[in-house]
């Protein structure tokens, strides 16, 4: 077995894909000790066609396979598609439309855990040799046995998807896996803009000096980590952030007397930049503080009614066929608690109508839960 590693077999291979309703896609990357995925192999497949892409080639140009990417006449078949998605996103090729046999698996039925070995055991009665799996995918040459694994992913896949595909369309749920896929192919959830690093931790006070060192910890670390090629916690650990966001130190030997700094930093050239960041900022925190409302201080939701809620996503889960994290979770079913018009996903679209509506029927006492046998049924309760 040959990877493609050069232009013209590549070219060749992506005008057969190119005549296919369906491509399957897999990669192999490292990134254990990188800030950016290192993309080492790309594994791709129709029905009748397969084949292994090596992106460490020299002087192979992508842009081929990255156009079947970007063409929407062809669907993009993935399993637990977010870090390859993330890395072709980056290459400038989001992948559209997209199909993601992981989330199908939990509208099929397959439960909550399903993994691709467990789905392809299910439904087509074949084990996956697993000995490769963990592998430094960027050594060359890569043995027979590393490159078997590798497209088997990707053949399995092309077998899987129509079947899963087509059991969803008579179950009437593909529209529900399909309406999933936006969230998935969404560039802001790949947005590795610096100075946006922020929003996606959860600062814990709102006074204007802890927000603009808050902000400032995590764009200097985001810019730190991509700079260096380095994962962000290496540079510093989330927990840091909060720490150096409450404590305001603009003296680099502070920082060493901080819990969750690493020993040495204030010395470092790291501490040196921070320190001076911090410095800036806080000589204006209104300034430099992002304008956050306080949220309200609502009641704790009942727990009594947190478990029935609970016990009545457990129960439209099981009668559905549907994994109850693909539902709503806990943080769902709280705010439901306290609020019938809870802004979750579990309160829209066809959530609302397998679970959301019944939900409030419960609260207000119009359905009732009820044992039958070791099933969980829901009754309406006559006026």
Known sequence: MTPITTNDALIEFCERLAKAPFITVDTE???ETTYWPKLCLIQAASSTDAAIIDPMAEDLDLEPFLALLRDESIIKVFHAARQDVEIFNRLGAMPKPMFDTQVAAMAAGFGDQVSYEQLV?????????KGSRFTDWARRPLSDAQLTYALGDVTHLAALYPKLRDRLQKEGRLDWVMSEMGALTDPALYDTTPENAWKRL???????????????????????????DQPRGR???????????VQAPTDPEAFNRLRSVPKG?????LGLELAAELKRVLADPEAHAPKLERPAHSQPAPPSVVELLK??????????????????????LEKIANDDNADVEAMKGWRRQLFGEDALKLKKGEIALVLNGSRVEVVEIEG
Request: charged share 30%; glycine share 6%.
């Open 311 to 332: 016990v009545l996503l457990k129960a439209k889960s099981d009668n559905a066929g549907v994994a109850t994290k693909l539902i709503a979770n806990v943080a769902d």
């Open 121 to 129: 055991r299910q439904m087509l009665r074949q084990e996956l040799d």
């Open 202 to 228: 959860k600062p814990k006070k709102f006074s204007a000096k802890y927000l603009a060192a808050f902000v400032a910890v995590a764009v200097w670390r985001e810019r730190a980590a991509q700079e260096r």
């Open 265 to 269: 930093f204030g010395g470092s050239r």
């Open 29 to 31: 990357f490292m990134r």
């Open 235 to 245: 540079i510093l650990k989330d927990e840091g952030i909060d720490e150096i966001a």
